[in-house]
């Protein structure tokens, strides 16, 4: 059996080792346009930050391809399928030949078509190399522009005040990480972010990236000027999958799966932030673009690629963040309609000291939010994952000490 895995990181990573555990003889050839051992992405941050030194990202030890005997095409990109002829190609040309194949991709950030885009000194947060290139430019002083409130931006600019540079983050939304929270608790990271000393501009869009050789300034839709000589651009992410031919394989926003991890194409996986499935909280096909969910989908997709028959029960967004001593927890969906059958319960200290939000669909519990005393979330996680309906009145679901019965119930 050949089995050709697209991608180097924890999806592919997981996937490999699903696949050698039980195929001891198959060939596996893993092609990926960056070079380096497995990695923790998430990580990438504190390594920009100078708060953990490169020696810690790898994620399995110098042997590991040759342990799994995995032959390794490194610095290649692919850039065509052809699921007819059971072959991938490189854009350096090469043909590789495949009885089954996963996509392990992830994501690729994509520029902001604005004038100036290319101008050196703006850069994205994705790849270990980026922050290889930043880091000489991290100087203390010097002034940066983050462009997203996202996760990804969020780390990007800790991590760029950390290094003591003046930050500002210019964000689209009318509040910080607007997808995973709720206003109340975009409130008091705006709050966190500004007693850190990072400049935040809410509903505003890049026009232009202006300087002569490199970056200088950065213009927004509102005519505001900000100098700066470096900007990274931390939103955009979109799943790598360009070279999936649309035509035969089933794409939305990610590659189309199902329950096995397979495509619409017999053969053909995919797993990690490159692909798209069913959510248990949304109740619809989507990506869920976090690493645990990266970690288990590869190892189901290699299950299922070695041909043992392995079931995904859906994917589910969640997200712990401590940022600059804010602990944060979200789980599914944290902000549903207002209109239709959803009921969201709030509760907060006076002190602004912890914050709690329960998504109820119906009677059954479909999101979260915590904001510090986190350390119950395990139990909403599995409670909203089982899908279970909830019988606790609407006020003790909100007692954090209830939570052990719902998990009972
Ligand atoms: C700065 C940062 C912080 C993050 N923090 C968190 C966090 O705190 N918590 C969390 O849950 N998630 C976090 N994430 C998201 C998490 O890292 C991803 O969900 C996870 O890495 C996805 O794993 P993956 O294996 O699907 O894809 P990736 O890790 O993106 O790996 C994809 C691999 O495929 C390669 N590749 C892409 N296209 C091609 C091609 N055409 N040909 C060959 N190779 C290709 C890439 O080079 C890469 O090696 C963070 C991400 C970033 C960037």
Redesign the pocket.
Known sequence: MKYVI????????CALEAIRRLDSHGRLTL????DNLPYS??L??HLLAGTLPAAKLPLRPPSFYDDLGVETVFG????SLDPTAKTVR?TAGKTFSYDRLLI?????PRGLAVPGHRLPGIFF???LADVRQLLPLVGEGSEAVVLGGG??GF??AEALRCRGLRVTMVIRSPWPLALQVDEFTGRLLLDRLRQHGIRVLLGREVKEFAGRERLAKVVLDDGREISAGLAVIGKG?RP?I??VPAASIKTNQGILVDECLQTSVADVYA????AEMWDLAYQEPRVN??????AAQ?LTAGRNLAGRRARYPGSLGR???RFFTLDLLTIGRTNPPPDGPYRQLTAAAPDGSWYRKLVLHRDRLVGAILVNRIEDGGILQAVIRQQRLLRLPPAKLLDRWSWSELWQL
């Open positions: 697209i991608g180097n990181g924890i999806a592919a990573t092609i990926s346009d960056e992405r998430p990438i941050s290649h990109r692919v850039d490189t392990a991709t992830g994501g690729d947060l994705r790849r996760l990804v780390k990007a992410v790598a360009d070279f797993a990690g932030d490159a673009a976090i690493w645990p969910e990266a590869g997200n712990v963040i």
